[in-house]
């Protein structure tokens, strides 16, 4: 129902900055969120930051409040993750997500499409 190709991914060094782009196509009507996840080795995937497609309200997980911004470009059907201030804790793969479907509020169970990933390494 969508393709989602993540890209900006890369290592960098503790305090420094990443923005990951997220390209959805193949979709026939827009999807009402979308997402960025994470995750490391032996670990489940967490809900990092979400965006409504129609209003721009945001969510994000308590351990990126005030350093990773979401935002969006809808005439390029683009997401983007804005990640500053980065800690070797933040090291893992980046998926991005979309869903149609969503309870209110949004909850990151309710994202059911993803992307290939993106690796991010944050060294100290």
């Known amino acids: 129902q969508v393709r989602l190709v993540e890209s900006g991914g890369g290592s960098v060094q503790a305090g420094g900055s990443l923005r990951l782009s997220c390209v959805a196509s193949?979709?026939?009507?827009?999807?009402?969120?979308m997402g960025w996840f994470r995750q490391t080795p032996g670990e489940e995937r967490e809900g990092v930051a979400s965006?409504?497609?129609?209003?721009?309200?945001?969510v994000y997980a308590d351990s990126v409040k005030g350093r990773f911004t979401i935002s969006q470009d809808k005439s390029k059907n683009t997401t983007y993750l804005q990640m500053n201030n980065l800690k070797p804790e933040d090291t893992a793969m980046y998926y991005c997500?979309?869903?149609?479907?969503?309870?209110?509020?949004?909850?990151?169970?309710?994202?059911?499409?993803w992307g290939q990933g993106t690796q991010v390494t944050v060294s100290s």
């Open positions: 997500a979309t869903t149609w479907w969503y309870s209110v509020p949004i909850q990151w169970s309710d994202f059911r499409f």
């Open positions: 193949e979709y026939k009507n827009r999807p009402a969120y």
């Open positions: 965006i409504s497609t129609a209003g721009d309200s945001t």
